[in-house]
């Protein structure tokens, strides 16, 4: 009888721990500055979170080293689920194959969610003569390594989906890596860089005004809200740079309480006013399970790593 007793604790103990989840603040590190797509989702949740929890979830930007500071945090941080990470891409795709982290993407962190796709677009200087894909590529062919495109240092995002166009098309332009994307576009507006592949909330003001011109956008499939504008694939096949933001909690999370945190942040991201409101500033929600993100996140992992080995990209 004690035996059964025993038996029946033991079993009920996990759930136990799920449902009393959280008992004290949680800290959600986000490795960028503020206001930023990452930050703007880290506020997010933690504002909807707290009408579904008694506990604050507190975020921490803990910038630098390319923000695999604040992943390192999270990797070291004790395995009970009240330290999360709310990471782009490039620290689990693409900081792996610049140097060394302090930590290994694949076995340090345990997936918990995909947050959102952020749109990408392909823009240049009006003065650019180019009013399609096609017409760049063919200017870049045209005058190979006189064109500049820029990005936010070697590596990042930019710069990847920059190497790649390159790669595809056989062109050469020249790489202006900067500190961040604000420089960047600084210098895009009077024409001191001409082509720039970058997150839509920092572009759109721009194309509105007609300082910029929109060429096409990066991802996969078009995107409902640019109206007709076409994607990069549709020009150059085997195109797509889909940048993505995740979150990740330390290894060994008991599984359900990872299980419970997807599932109340699902909740918060999908209501139908924050998929609106960060639609229009580029932000995609798109939520799945933790084992499809793990899955999601091996396969992204493997498909930068060949664009960094053929591009001949290194770090900084």
């Known amino acids: 009888m004690k035996w059964l007793v025993l038996c029946a604790l033991a079993l009920a103990a996990p759930l136990a721990g799920a449902q009393g989840f959280?008992?004290?603040?949680?800290?959600l590190i986000v490795p960028l500055p503020p206001g930023g797509s990452p930050d703007t989702i880290a506020r997010v949740i933690s504002q909807g979170l707290q009408?579904?929890?008694?506990?604050?979830?507190?975020v921490e930007n803990r910038t630098g080293g390319s923000q695999?500071?604040?992943?390192?945090?999270?990797?070291?941080?004790?395995?009970d689920?009240?330290?999360?990470?709310l990471s782009p891409d490039n620290v689990f795709?693409?900081?792996?194959?610049?140097?060394?982290?302090?930590?290994?993407?694949?076995?340090?962190?345990?997936?918990?969610?995909?947050?959102?796709?952020?749109?990408?677009?392909l823009v240049v200087n009006p003065e650019v003569p180019a009013k399609s894909v096609s017409e760049l590529v063919a200017l870049a062919?045209?005058?190979?390594?006189?064109?500049?495109?820029g990005s936010s240092g070697n590596?990042?995002?930019?710069?990847?989906?920059?190497?790649?166009?390159?790669?595809?098309?056989?062109?050469?332009?020249?790489h202006v890596p900067y500190k961040g994307a604000a420089p960047a576009i600084g210098d895009l507006l009077p024409g001191r860089i001409q082509v720039w592949i970058g997150a839509a909330n920092s572009l759109l003001p721009h194309i509105k005004d007609g300082k910029l011109r929109l060429l096409a956008s990066?991802?996969?499939q078009r995107f409902s809200n640019l109206g007709d504008v076409p994607t990069i694939g549709e020009s150059v096949p085997g195109y797509a740079l889909d940048p993505w933001l995740g979150l990740f909690v330390p290894a060994k999370v008991p599984a359900d309480i990872v299980a419970k945190i997807n599932a109340d942040v699902a909740k918060v991201v999908n209501t139908p006013e924050v998929k609106q409101r960060l639609g229009a500033q580029g932000i995609i929600i798109s939520t799945n399970s933790p084992a499809e993100f793990a899955q999601f996140v091996r396969e992204d992992n493997a498909r930068w790593g060949k664009v960094i080995r053929e591009a001949g990209i290194r770090g900084e």
Request: aromatic share 8%; no cysteine.
């Open 22 to 27: 959280p008992e004290r603040p949680v800290r």
């Open 51 to 58: 009408g579904v929890w008694l506990q604050p979830v507190v």
């Open 68 to 79: 695999n500071i604040g992943a390192d945090a999270v990797a070291k941080a004790a395995p």
């Open 81 to 85: 689920g009240y330290t999360w990470l």
């Open 93 to 121: 795709s693409v900081n792996p194959y610049l140097g060394k982290p302090p930590f290994d993407p694949m076995t340090d962190f345990t997936p918990v969610t995909l947050l959102a796709r952020i749109q990408f677009l």
């Open 141 to 149: 062919k045209a005058k190979p390594g006189e064109l500049n495109f």
């Open 155 to 174: 590596g990042s995002p930019q710069h990847l989906g920059a190497a790649m166009l390159q790669n595809l098309t056989g062109t050469r332009m020249n």
């Open 218 to 220: 990066s991802a996969p």
